[in-house]
């Protein structure tokens, strides 16, 4: 039901005030969070991408909300996807963005880099299974 509600809600949001207002990108938000609480990954990669992208359009690539949005979506491609080479590169640049602006000891640094530490550790896995023939990977 809440799904279907804020699927709604976004759909009249968008014809109201466009694909890219910030109320628009709240409730992308909103459902993508939903979604990964319900274990529908492929559902919310596509909303955190969305968000993501607005945000670097129209806020910057060094935007503290773009960073974090990247962050969020390479969080989710790595832990609820699987897809570790691509995750590093989100969760790279957006680990240089808040060292800076957040400072290294902020906790949304330390979980970026602690996720940046977790590909490294998800990529060497998957390697090792594809060595041994388990595993077959798009990079």
Known sequence: AAEL????????????HGP???????IINNLACLLQVSGKFQDAEP???????VSKEL??????DTLVAASRLGMLLLYD????????????TSLRGMDV??????EQTQ?????????????????QQMKQGVVVIAI
């Open 101 to 106: 602006q957040l400072g290294p000891s902020h």
């Open 59 to 64: 806020l910057g690539s060094n935007h503290l």
């Open 5 to 16: 509600h804020l699927r709604s809600a976004l759909e009249l949001q968008e014809q109201l």
């Open 47 to 53: 909303l955190l991408r969305r968000i993501f992208e």
């Open 111 to 127: 979980t970026t880099r602690r996720a940046l530490s977790d590909v490294v550790k998800q990529k060497n896995l998957l390697i």
């Open 81 to 92: 996807i699987g897809q570790p080479w691509e995750a590093e590169e989100l969760l790279c």
């Open 20 to 26: 890219k207002h910030p109320d628009t990108l709240i």
